[in-house]
């Protein structure tokens, strides 16, 4: 019969084996997760952009970190819309630096065709995460995305649809006066006649609250960049 102290010296040396497994597995797994996340967040901003996907050439991890690091360079702004040398995006902490932006400027053999800024806001029932793209122009919208909510499938969930997204490509959020307007989501169908439909996309039936939510983020979230929209303009976006 084994004494007491072989089966507690055992026991504990089991214990210290399958925490140490438990623990190698945890930490591979971060590290798989993460870099799902961070690859997800980079084909948003490449979709908002303009890049897509085929069935003959669909996208895997490594197409998706070639094309964002041929295609795409990083900068950070200030509030007033000046870039912030030495900061790059995922330098950025929000608890440190409220007031300093990230930027995704899409350039091909050296001409800009395009910016992107992260978007987010609460909706209905989730804080909905995107990318809103815009023109060189800095006046139009180029693309939208959105890669991470909890809305209700059907309704405000239909948020992430291209057919919805779709809307929103060659609408102005800059008026005539060069003024930021944002883009509103209207209930039902915009109507083309009026003043405002460029501005303005279609709803989604049932999903009041969502849009709603959509139309005060989108706004706040722009208007911190409205100091780099006239940077743009002024042919000063890099």
């Given at each position: ?111 800009v065709e395009g910016y992107a800024i992260p978007i987010s806001g ?47 490509i060659g609408k102005r959020f800059i008026d005539e006066k060069n003024k930021l ?58």
């Amino acid at each position: 019969m084994r004494s007491n102290s072989y089966t507690l010296i055992f026991t504990a040396a089991v214990t210290i084996v399958l925490g140490l497994l438990l623990s190698l597995s945890s930490t591979a797994l971060k590290q798989r997760q993460d870099l799902n996340i961070e690859n997800d967040i980079k084909k948003n901003i490449l979709q908002s952009l303009g890049f897509s996907a085929s069935k003959e050439k669909p996208w895997n991890t490594e197409t998706v970190q070639t094309l964002f690091a041929e295609n795409i360079i990083g900068i950070v702004v200030d509030e007033k819309g000046k870039t912030v040398k030495g900061k790059q995006p995922q330098d950025l902490n929000p608890d440190t630096d409220p007031n300093l932006y990230p930027v995704f400027i899409k350039k091909i053999n050296g001409q800009v065709e395009g910016y992107a800024i992260p978007i987010s806001g609460k909706g209905l029932w989730s804080t909905i995460y995107g990318y809103f793209a815009f023109e060189p122009d800095g006046k139009t919208v180029k693309g939208l995305t959105f890669y991470k909510h909890g809305e209700t499938p059907g309704l405000g969930g239909e948020l992430e649809k291209q057919w919805f997204r779709d809307n929103f490509i060659g609408k102005r959020f800059i008026d005539e006066k060069n003024k930021l307007v944002s883009i509103q989501i209207v209930k039902g169908k915009v109507d083309n006649n009026s003043e405002n439909a460029f501005h303005q996309v279609d709803g989604i039936s049932g999903a009041t609250m969502t849009a709603k939510g959509i139309n005060i983020f989108l706004l706040k979230n722009l208007q911190n960049y409205e100091g780099y929209f006239s940077e743009v303009r002024a042919g000063g976006g890099i």
